[in-house]
């Protein structure tokens, strides 16, 4: 009897060993080797995307700082023109002795001023600083007037303002030529 209770034991034991044993593609130590490789080439080939990544610097693409506005005869004396405040930033004036291009940025906080026409003055919406028509402070927390920029007339009888070009009334500026154009 307990020759037939080893041979059962010994029998049910391989009946075991032969159900655990089971046929797979990859033994444990060959998955971990090709998942580590694996890990190792994805990270390679990342690295070499971030290095091939530098050799194409990132460039900002911007318009052109110089722009036409128009002909002379299109401004009216006394008048400042709205036309290319959202597009440029830009007041066009024109007054007695000629055309003036007043940058439209608030010298507080960089802030773009209205014009309100009714009262004749530039009013910062931020922090209520305003401007005379022609750009000088009178009111609120701006430490100095607006800025000028370059009008010159163009070969075709156009006007061409260069916004690269700023000139400053606290450096006296405003008499430089380029600041004004005599018409």
């Excluded at 995307?49 to 002379?72: D, W």
């Excluded at 036309?83 to 930033?89: E, S």
């Excluded at 401007?131 to 920029?149: C, I, N, S, V, Y």
Aim: charged letters at 25%; aromatic letters at 12%; proline letters at 6%.
């Amino acid at each position: 009897m307990a020759d037939e209770k080893i041979k059962e034991k010994s029998a049910s034991k391989g009946a075991k060993e032969k159900e655990e044993v089971v046929e797979t593609i990859w033994s444990r130590r060959e998955f971990f080797s090709l998942a580590g490789w694996g890990a190792f080439v994805a990270s390679l080939g990342l690295s070499s995307l971030y290095f091939a990544r530098l050799l194409f610097p990132r460039v900002l693409f911007e318009p052109s700082p110089i722009f036409k506005a128009g002909y002379p005869s299109d401004y009216t004396v006394g008048a400042v023109s709205t036309k290319y405040i959202k597009d440029q930033r830009v007041w066009i004036v024109r007054d007695d002795e000629g055309i003036y291009v007043i940058y439209g940025l608030c010298t507080h906080l960089g802030c773009t001023p209205r014009w309100l026409n009714t009262e004749s003055k530039y009013k910062c919406p931020c922090h209520g600083s305003g401007f005379t028509k022609e750009g000088m402070h009178f009111e609120g927390p701006a430490p100095r007037p607006l800025e000028r920029l370059k009008i010159a007339l163009g070969p075709d009888g156009q006007i061409i303002i260069d916004k690269s070009k700023k000139f400053l009334w606290e450096k006296g500026q405003w008499g430089d030529p380029g600041s004004k154009l005599l018409v």
